[in-house]
Nanobody
Framework: QVQLVESGGGLVQAGDSLRLSCVAS????????MGWFRQAPGKEREFVAS????????KYVDSVKGRFTISRDNAKNTMYLQMSSLKPEDTAVYYC?????????????????WGQGTQVTVSS
């Protein structure tokens, strides 16, 4: 059974940092792109960042560029999202996802496996 489990969320103040982790089990995703999405209250889920299988190519939504860094450790079957200079508008449930396709997709429909999400709350 394939599982993606996120951790590292929490309540922080504006300007703080957090690192989210996503551990995959049940199969390896070392040859697959992975990504982070988030869903704020009352809003649709949106793309945050994605990373190629080897970690050499990354993509970000404009609102997090320069503040968030996506990375992965294939030996640990783990993906990370380092978030810095957090803002109240970053408050959301953050989901990790893995794609069975190639490339570095940014659309939800390209992702086949999803975690349950971890809450990030940023107070002003």
């Amino acid at each position: 059974q394939v599982q993606l489990v996120e951790s590292g969320g929490g309540l922080v103040q504006a300007g703080d940092s957090l690192r989210l982790s996503c551990v995959a089990s049940g199969r390896t995703f070392s040859n697959n792109p992975m990504g982070w999405f988030r869903q704020a209250p009352g809003k649709e889920r949106e793309f945050v960042a994605s990373i190629s299988w080897g970690g050499y190519v990354t993509k970000y939504v404009d609102s997090v560029k320069g503040r968030f860094t996506i990375s992965r450790d294939n030996a640990k079957n783990t993906m990370y999202l380092q978030m810095s200079s957090l803002k109240p508008e970053d408050t959301a449930v953050y989901y990790c996802a893995a794609s069975g396709r190639g490339g570095v997709p940014i659309d939800e429909s390209s992702y086949d496996y999803w975690g349950q999400g971890t809450q990030v709350t940023v107070s002003s």
